[in-house]
T-cell receptor, first 114, second 115 residues
Framework: AQSVTQLGSHVSVSEGALVLLRCNYS??????LFWYVQYPNQGLQLLLKYTSAATLVKGINGFEAEFKKSETSFHLTKPSAHMSDAAEYFCAVSDVEGTYKYIFGTGTRLKVLA | GAGVSQSPSNKVTEKGKDVELRCDPISGHTALYWYRQSLGQGLEFLIYFQGNSAPDKSGLPSDRFSAERTGGSVSTLTIQRTQQEDSAVYLCASSLDWRQGNEQYFGPGTRLTVT
């Protein structure tokens, strides 16, 4: 069964500093991977997705993620944090065996310090 | 175009009462999903509809939970005899179809509080 692990339920960074949010997955084959962001009292918004076309995926708002098969990781990064990046971030995997469910991680709440 | 909408945005109910939560997916999207987001936890899959096919109810936590999708569009999630542990944010999402890799578009959610 597929699973997703997000290390760190809370991450704090200073404004302008590098953002690194970690996501590891378990899968016997390369999966489809997603990062979503959730602002307070809102639904989830897709940041980016990996569908095997390229290992480095660029998303919205300056975020990017790199798929590393050897490490079964799909960490989310942004070179310079902005106050508006404060939100909760979810990593998700879509089963490769023809199903439709997303398996979500437990989320990482990002705090940006002025 | 319009995104996924959900109503009500907030619902407070007494333990033992029934509640109905509504989801309007994006027009033309044939796949619809319900998730539950509890405090400090990730999103828990509840149920999935794809067109006229039988829904996948494998994520429903108990027989108190049920969902319908009328005319392949609007969906209603019903919780009967609510319990305090049902308190959570219920999120609806839709996607163009069931194919893997298709983005799911989420609504803002319904925050359910059972007192």
């Amino acid at each position: 069964a597929q699973s997703v692990t997000q290390l760190g339920s809370h991450v704090s960074v200073s404004e302008g500093a590098l953002v690194l949010l970690r996501c590891n997955y378990s899968s016997s084959v390369p999966p489809y991977l997603f990062w979503y962001v959730q602002y307070p009292n809102q639904g989830l918004q897709l940041l980016l997705k990996y569908t095997s076309a390229a290992t480095l995926v660029k998303g919205i708002n300056g975020f990017e993620a790199e798929f590393k098969k050897s490490e079964t990781s799909f960490h989310l990064t942004k070179p310079s944090a902005h106050m508006s990046d404060a939100a909760e971030y979810f990593c998700a995997v879509s089963d490769v065996e023809g199903t439709y469910k997303y398996i979500f991680g437990t989320g990482t709440r990002l705090k940006v310090l002025a | 175009g319009a995104g996924v909408s959900q109503s009500p945005s907030n619902k407070v109910t007494e333990k033992g009462k029934d509640v109905e939560l509504r989801c309007d997916p994006i027009s033309g999207h044939t796949a619809l999903y319900w998730y539950r987001q509890s405090l400090g936890q990730g999103l828990e899959f509840l149920i999935y509809f794809q067109g006229n096919s039988a829904p996948d109810k494998s994520g429903l936590p108990s027989d108190r939970f049920s969902a319908e999708r009328t005319g392949g569009s609007v969906s209603t999630l019903t919780i009967q005899r609510t319990q305090q542990e049902d308190s959570a944010v219920y999120l609806c999402a839709s996607s163009l179809d069931w194919r893997q890799g298709n983005e799911q578009y989420f609504g803002p959610g319904t925050r359910l509080t059972v007192t």
